[in-house]
Nanobody, 124 residues
Framework: QLQACGGGLVQAGGSLRLSCAASGRNVSSAVMGWFRQAPGKQREFVAVSSWTGGITRYADSVKGRFTMSRDNAKNTVNLEMNNLKPEDTAVYYC???????????????????WGQGTLVTVSS
């Protein structure tokens, strides 16, 4: 089970830190991703991290502003979001690929496990 938290209301230019805690699953052995879904839009890729964190990929829209990291000791993954923009407003989801799968992918269909999402609202 994945549990995302850390969302909230922030002004444009502000920062938030999302965390995703895994229970019953070891994030250190899973490709982990962050996705988001704005009202009326499809869920879209935000960031992905390989097992070790050595490979991280970002959507062009967040590159340079968002940073994904892992804390394997705490079995969590984090998403540090800086210089937030109103267009970043969405429900943010963490997701995990299946056990033993090492390929990093931006395709949401390739993720097997999903958290419940946390709402981020950025006001202008």
């Amino acid at each position: 089970q994945l549990q995302a938290c850390g969302g909230g209301l922030v002004q444009a230019g502000g920062s938030l830190r999302l965390s995703c805690a895994a229970s019953g699953r070891n994030v250190s052995s899973a490709v982990m991703g962050w996705f988001r879904q704005a009202p009326g839009k499809q869920r879209e890729f935000v960031a992905v991290s390989s097992w070790t964190g050595g490979i991280t990929r970002y959507a062009d829209s967040v590159k340079g502003r968002f940073t994904m990291s892992r804390d394997n000791a705490k079995n969590t993954v984090n998403l540090e979001m800086n210089n937030l923009k109103p267009e970043d407003t969405a429900v943010y989801y963490c997701a995990a690929r299946g056990t033993g799968i090492t390929v990093v992918t931006m395709s949401r269909q390739q993720y097997k496990y999903w958290g419940q999402g946390t709402l981020v609202t950025v006001s202008s």
